[in-house]
């Protein structure tokens, strides 16, 4: 008997392909729905990552004002032997300023730590100590030259106002493990350049949006005191009507993510009465843990509080906290005296500015060892550009976003490693060169996310933090 009859024929296998196709596009959609409904139910409800991840926290010590690449991490000895002569290919377009096109050298003593032989300056004789954890990229660029536009540039993928920052896309990715606390925490003194929008949801919804934190403030927390003519109960009561009212109004039309993030907003201000202050009380630590940050040294007071509050916050499940740091120890005289703005004198700056985070750096990398949370929490230490290779002035260094130096530590990271390079100057990045939209992709895979596919559409187009750009850097994944 022929088998002719059993074997599919192509208008019988695509009919019930179809079928199948059918089934399985109709899953997805459903599963979609659901997952858009539960996102507006709670948008900060806990969501699987697309893979294993290697970390669950990150801490960005962002240094405001930008630090000289060539007086820090980045050590160049063709400076040193050739101070005060002509910089080849120097650049008066490179800078904010005018740069006087020669060299000037780094006034800081170098020396090599830790198994790895990296070259340190001597501003940093706490972090010299951690090396061996550290991955430095050396060959970081980016296309603004001033500090608000290349902050949100940095931060947010794009230097156009209104990109969320890279701690609103992680949150909207992988929503809260603690829902007692916001899941992005920014900290900050002086308020950097660009403010608001370096740490902005953009257009995501705003739930996704940070707490921000100002050091210069009494209270820790704004209106997060509960009304004394109000008890517990009687708020809740409150709370539960009010979320009624809104829940029926909402109702009545299309799903509306600022009423959302509005509702959520209420129940999460009243779930933080209770876990923000225990989250940020630093005088229940230990005087030994609290001497090891600073936070007794008038030189770091401050920076130490936060690098301690940071850890605290990723101990209990915050997602992602960044800490602007907001001024150096002395000054300098520098333009409006930005912390790390080395304008007018490197030497005086630097020198300040390192005495000012070193210690509480150095220690939060040291703490979070000793607890077993590196391993799953991300350090990153830079500023938003580098500076140049030439002066501006006699001691003075201008903006350089041409090559600049960014290190990772902890969560997925391998130590004691250093990718990419600026030329023999420190001038411009040159081997191995890597985009903030890398780096952003590198953190995003770090988390268990792939960066093609976080995606948000606004104004009928699919948005990522990586642009149309992306590519992790493999090299520095332990």
Known sequence: MPLNHLLPTRRRF????????????LASMLQDEARAAAAVANPLALRPSLFMPKAKSVIWLFMTGAPSQVDTWDYKPELQKRHG????GSDAKTGFFTTSGKILK??????????????????????SRHVDKMAFIHSMHLQANNHAPASMELMCGSNQ?????AGAWLTYGLGAENQNLPAYVVMHERRPRGDDQIWSAGFLPKTFQALALDARRGGVIDNLDRSQSQTQAQQRGTLDLLREMNQQHAQSRSPQTDLAARINSFELAYRMQTAAPEAMDIASESEATKKLYGVDNKTCEVFAKQ??????????????VQIFAGKNAGGDGAVDDVPWDGHSNIETNHRSCGAATDQPAAALLEDLEARGLLDETLVIWGGEFGRTSDSQGSVGRDHNPNGFTIWMAGGGVKGGVHHGATDEFGYRAVENKVHVNDLHATLLHLMGLDHEK?????????????????????EVLA
């Open 85 to 88: 002569q002509p910089l080849p």
């Open 161 to 165: 106002p209104g990109r969320p920052a």
């Open 106 to 127: 780094s006034p800081f003593e170098w020396k090599q730590h830790g198994q790895s032989g990296s070259w340190v300056s001597g501003i940093f004789p706490h972090l």
């Open 14 to 25: 695509l009919a019930q392909s179809g079928l199948g196709f059918g089934s399985v596009a």
């Open 454 to 474: 976080l995606t948000f559409r606004h104004n009928g187009r699919d948005y990522r933090l990586t642009d149309l750009g992306g590519k992790v850097i493999t």
């Open 307 to 320: 690098c301690l509050t940071a850890r605290r916050l990723v101990e209990r499940g915050v997602r992602f």
